[in-house]
């Protein structure tokens, strides 16, 4: 019988690796020619490369594999975008592209081994925690610029849902193995993913209402338009 904290980890693996595929789409549309490379999202690939970079040296010195294999597929993910996004600012140059990611592996080796090396588990986690409120900001940042500006389309829904899922999978799996950095960093994923949820369904709903009374002011319109026409008949 499958343990909980292999379910859940099973799980957070799975919407983990669908949500690192969600800049596909800036990607495409910049290699495609239809936008140009400032809608890439390459600082923050970069950073959560890193943090699951940490995590992946936790996983290592707890020999959690699942775990680690969630890490192992988000550092590989990342490095793909990032070497797509050298592959664009060298000016489509294989080469230069190439070099650049063969040296961004060696420095992320030289570093993971370090980590591991060191061996201290629980500061690696608590570091990997301040990485994750750090990553938070932006959210914060998207949830203050929707409520502004009333506009749900800023809010990606599917990557909403699917971070929401993550976060809960990976908090239940760190209250499973009792790991207060695995806690606290998808405390905070849980609570972004859900604000991010219910202001777009607020938001969602507050349209289709706005749109119903704009619709029955047209129509009451029309009709005063042809009572008017009416009338001078």
Do not use: H
């Amino acid at each position: 019988m499958i343990e909980l904290q292999d379910f859940f980890s099973t799980a957070g693996t799975i919407t983990a690796f669908a949500l690192s595929l969600s800049p596909s789409v800036p990607f495409y549309k910049v290699l495609s020619g239809k936008e140009k490379k400032d809608i890439l999202p390459e600082g923050m690939i970069l950073f959560l490369m890193l943090t699951r970079l940490v995590w992946a040296s936790v996983w290592i010195i707890t020999k959690r594999k699942m775990a680690l294999l969630n890490s192992t597929l988000g550092v590989t993910v990342s490095n793909v975008f990032i070497t797509l996004y050298f592959y664009i600012f060298f000016n489509r140059s294989c080469f230069k592209a190439f070099l650049s990611a063969i040296v961004l592996l060696v420095s992320e080796a030289a570093l993971l081994y370090g980590m591991v090396l060191w061996g201290d588990y629980l500061i690696l986690s608590y570091i990997a925690m301040v990485c994750k409120i750090l990553m938070s900001v932006a959210p914060g940042q998207k949830i203050v610029r929707v409520i502004r500006e009333k506009n749900y389309k800023l809010i990606p829904i599917y990557s909403a849902l699917t971070n929401l899922f993550c976060s809960l999978s990976w908090l239940c799996y760190g209250i499973c193995i009792k790991l207060l950095g695995q806690i606290v960093s998808n405390v905070i994923g849980v609570f972004f993913s859900l604000a991010n949820t219910l202001i777009w369904i607020y938001f969602y709903l507050k349209r289709d209402k706005e749109d119903e009374e704009n619709e029955k002011e047209l129509e009451d319109k029309d009709d005063k338009d042809k009572e008017d026409e009416l009338v001078e008949k």
